[in-house]
């Protein structure tokens, strides 16, 4: 047992104990002494063990990233689509109060229907800048693609049968007359040129359908997509892949075509109400 004289050792020894703790926390938590030399500093990273610490923290960052990345892009889009939607249809209502459902807004049934479909529908949108039939430069320095990446020619993407417009959210609208329904077909890039430009993500193919003498907005509605999945990038056939992807989000309200192949069964089930049937004019 430590034996003490006086009380002048007992402060001394409590002295250099108080300083041994002051030494300790200051080695232990400040910043600057964890990375200056100091002949008390015993516990400190060195710069091996900072640099494997930002290699892990890079690896996992780059396998993370990509994947957040994507999620927030496919958000972006299915947001923009939902906007679009909104106002479109909403734009629809608005005409079809004056001019019925939009089958019967062209008696003349050929492509000129396209000037008269915007004439009617227009008013009803926020339009800030107007193209026509002609194609503007700015689109043929822009690449269209299907959802599996392949082009989609210029003369396919805003046609010159397609009366074009820009929205006030920057959205390109491309409206046509579809000979086999009847009714007025819309090529819509809901991002403007921002890309990716891309069928199934910020393209679509939208119709104003109608349904019991009703407005209602559907994708590329014809009788035949019900026999295939009209929105994956290995589908087979001659028409684009991504075409009918429109359909899906309708129904559904996402975008799952973007990381998985939609079944037959589901796809089928999904657009059977948003299909018009052969011979018909108007979904059942």
Known sequence: MLKLGCQSDV??????????????????????????????????????????????IGVVAAMTLPVLISKYQERSWLTSFKRTYSVLYQ???GAYQENGIASTWCPAKNTDCAKTYFDILSPYLKVVEIWGFDRPDILYQVTYTDIDGSEIKSNNAFPTTNYKFVMNDGTIIGIGYDGDLNMPLLQVDTNGLKGPNQLGKDYFYITLNSKNNYPVISGFAKWWMSGSVYCSPVRTGSWWKGGGCSLWVISTGNMDYLHRNLTLDEWKNAISSLIVKSGDESLK
């Open 91 to 93: 734009a629809y209502l």
């Open 11 to 56: 402060q001394e020894i409590l002295k250099r104990v108080q300083d041994d703790i002051n030494i300790f926390l200051k080695r232990t938590y400040s910043l600057i002494n964890l990375f200056t030399y100091s002949p008390y500093k015993k516990a400190a990273f060195t710069l091996a063990e900072i640099l494997i610490t930002l290699g892990i």
